[in-house]
């Protein structure tokens, strides 16, 4: 499933003529705590054995050019006058970095970056926050500059915030970054305070592509989003003590029913569960309790099919296969939803029936086929800096 160094290496050569440094940065899979991120609640990702590899050399005209490898195509931009100008286009991430680095001060000469990567796309593991913080790290590294992995992450949140102009949270950036192999993080999204908590060896994570493409770029994460920020702003304004959702509690909410939206009251509700369900999800997992960790992701997929309303029926029938079978411990959606990926925590040994099953009974009902993988919880960028680089 992963780009392999030697191949990154070789698509810069072909393309630039030139040798390169090479950094990467894997995908996410979000276990639980959904749409909690930004309003500074708690989230518990992972990251997994997909990357995006950015070789990055140097050219001497001051320009940055961008290449993709998957789309076959280059970007310039003139890096002295670099202005915010999404186009809509796979290098507005790029480029976004290089633009939010510019804010933070960060001077960076001329460069040829290639891109290669092999993170499905569209899917909700988090394709953006992967080339956003591979790119960040070759970046940096061209520019001989460290940052610690909060900065990383923040500025990699703002290019896609400010410059692409999707409304998203930090835990794609901050876990895309900051994971360590064989863990899953818990991450404050206030305080940006992290753990990083083993995954007992009895289960496996597999993921599955409900193929529902989604986008967070595009309205319905923007919608709910302003939702909750709706309802946010009369708690904060309402309940003493409130500052962000996180400090409100379903009593609060109560109160303040009467002042909000009906969608507004339900997408709150989800919420203040949700950072309720991560802390048990934390001790379940300390714990080994698998079982009551899986209790707890179908009480997520519930809240938010039904008060969250972003989910969509593929990835509801895709649950409720999922749940049929003896050896699944719990399964949810993904993401940021309307389609995209479930995750189901699995009795190991029987991973690979579990997905056999899953892809013949989806395909039966829906003709989709469906893209399944188990997966290996995986370093962050930093870690794998750390070990020599990259991959
Ligand atoms: C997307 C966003 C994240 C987060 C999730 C939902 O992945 O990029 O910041 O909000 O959706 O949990």
């Known amino acids: 499933m992963m780009v392999e160094r030697e191949q990154?290496?070789?698509?810069?050569?072909?393309?630039?003529?030139?040798?390169?440094?090479?950094?990467?940065?894997?995908?996410?899979?979000?276990?639980?705590?959904?749409?909690?991120?930004?309003?500074?609640?708690?989230?518990?990702?992972?990251?997994?054995?997909?990357?995006?590899?950015?070789?990055?050399?140097?050219?001497?005209?001051?320009?940055?050019?961008?290449?993709?490898?998957?789309?076959?195509?280059?970007?310039?931009?003139?890096?002295?006058?670099?202005?915010?100008?999404?186009?809509?286009?796979w290098s507005d991430y790029p480029a976004g970095v290089l633009w939010s680095l510019g804010k933070e001060g960060i001077v960076v000469s001329g460069f040829n970056m290639s891109?290669?990567?092999?993170?499905?796309?569209?899917?909700?593991?988090?394709?953006?926050?992967?080339?956003?913080?591979a790119t960040a790290m070759a970046l940096l590294g061209h520019a001989a500059v460290e940052l610690p992995l909060e900065k990383v992450a923040t500025l990699c949140r703002r290019a896609e915030n400010e410059y692409v102009g999707a409304k998203s949270g930090i835990m794609d950036q901050f876990a895309v970054a900051g994971c360590v192999a064989n863990r899953a993080m818990l991450l404050d999204c206030r305080s940006l305070e992290y753990e990083l908590l083993p995954l007992p060896d009895q289960v496996r994570v597999v993921i599955c592509n409900s193929m529902v493409k989604h986008a967070v770029a595009t309205g319905e994460y923007g919608d709910r989003s302003a939702e909750v920020e709706a309802g946010q702003a009369v708690l904060r304004r309402e309940r003493p003590g409130v500052k962000l959702l996180r400090d409100a509690t379903l009593d609060d909410l109560e109160v303040c029913r009467g002042?909000?939206?009906?969608?507004?009251?339900?997408?709150?509700?989800?919420?203040?569960?949700?950072?309720?369900?991560?802390?048990?999800?934390?001790?379940?997992?300390?714990?080994?309790?698998?079982?009551?960790?899986?209790?707890?992701?179908?009480?997520?997929?519930?809240?938010?099919?039904?008060?969250?309303?972003?989910?969509?029926?593929?990835?509801?029938?895709?649950?409720?296969?999922?749940?049929?079978?003896?050896?699944?411990?719990?399964?949810?959606?993904?993401?940021?939803g309307f389609g995209g990926c479930t995750v189901n925590v699995v009795r190991a040994?029987?991973?690979?029936?579990?997905?056999?099953?899953?892809?013949?009974?989806?395909?039966?009902?829906?003709?989709?086929?469906?893209?399944?993988?188990?997966?290996?919880?995986?370093?962050?960028?930093?870690?794998?800096?750390?070990?020599?680089?990259?991959?």
């Open 8 to 89: 990154a290496l070789r698509v810069h050569r072909q393309r630039f003529g030139q040798a390169g440094r090479v950094f990467a940065a894997p995908a996410r899979v979000n276990l639980i705590g959904e749409h909690t991120d930004y309003t500074g609640g708690f989230v518990m990702p992972m990251a997994i054995d997909f990357q995006t590899v950015a070789v990055v050399s140097a050219r001497e005209d001051g320009r940055a050019v961008f290449y993709s490898a998957n789309y076959d195509e280059e970007a310039g931009f003139e890096i002295a006058s670099l202005a915010r100008a999404p186009g809509g286009s």
């Open 349 to 391: 040994e029987e991973a690979d029936r579990f997905v056999a099953a899953l892809r013949r009974e989806y395909a039966a009902k829906t003709g989709i086929d469906a893209d399944c993988f188990v997966c290996t919880p995986s370093d962050g960028a930093f870690a794998l800096a750390k070990k020599g680089g990259a991959l």
């Open 259 to 336: 002042m909000m939206s009906a969608a507004s009251f339900k997408r709150c509700r989800h919420i203040i569960k949700e950072n309720e369900r991560v802390m048990k999800a934390r001790v379940a997992l300390m714990e080994g309790d698998m079982e009551r960790f899986g209790g707890l992701m179908v009480e997520a997929h519930a809240s938010f099919r039904d008060d969250f309303a972003a989910s969509c029926e593929e990835v509801d029938l895709l649950v409720a296969i999922a749940m049929q079978q003896a050896e699944c411990f719990g399964a949810r959606i993904t993401g940021g």
């Open 115 to 133: 891109l290669t990567g092999d993170v499905p796309l569209g899917a909700g593991l988090s394709s953006s926050a992967s080339v956003e913080v």
